[in-house]
């Protein structure tokens, strides 16, 4: 069974940095995007960066410019640099791997880590 491991979560003051990873416990094939997504208390879970098996880079709105997510294939391993944090940045952030062989896609989720944020 294939789990993936967060780490780098914890409290930061607003203007600070926090840099989050993520790796799988083995390989994985047929990989085809990663993403960070969070979620705050009483909020839905939403997509925070993705970046694709080619490098492509989507960023919501509300961290363009101040979070960049980057990869490493050889580790299968994700990270997440969060700079300028913001309170509203507090969350639960949790890694998401997706594999598509063609015939069927299965997304691999992280056990989630804490970010909070003090103004």
């Known amino acids: 069974q294939v789990e993936l491991v967060e780490s780098g979560g914890g409290l930061a003051q607003a203007g600070g940095s926090l840099r989050l990873s993520c790796a799988a416990s083995r390989t994985i094939f047929s990989i085809n995007g990663m993403g960070w997504y969070r979620q705050a208390p009483g909020k839905q879970r939403e997509s925070v960066a993705s970046?694709?098996?080619?490098?492509?880079?989507i960023y919501a709105d509300s961290v363009k410019g101040r979070f960049i997510v980057s990869r490493n294939n050889a580790k299968i391993a994700l990270y997440l640099q969060m700079n300028s944090l913001k309170p509203e940045d507090t969350a639960v952030y949790y890694c998401?791997?997706?594999?598509?062989?063609?015939?069927?896609?299965?997304?691999?989720w992280g056990q989630g880590t804490q970010v909070t944020v003090s103004s």
């Open positions: 998401q791997i997706r594999t598509d062989t063609g015939f069927s896609t299965r997304d691999y």
């Open positions: 970046i694709s098996s080619g490098g492509t880079t």
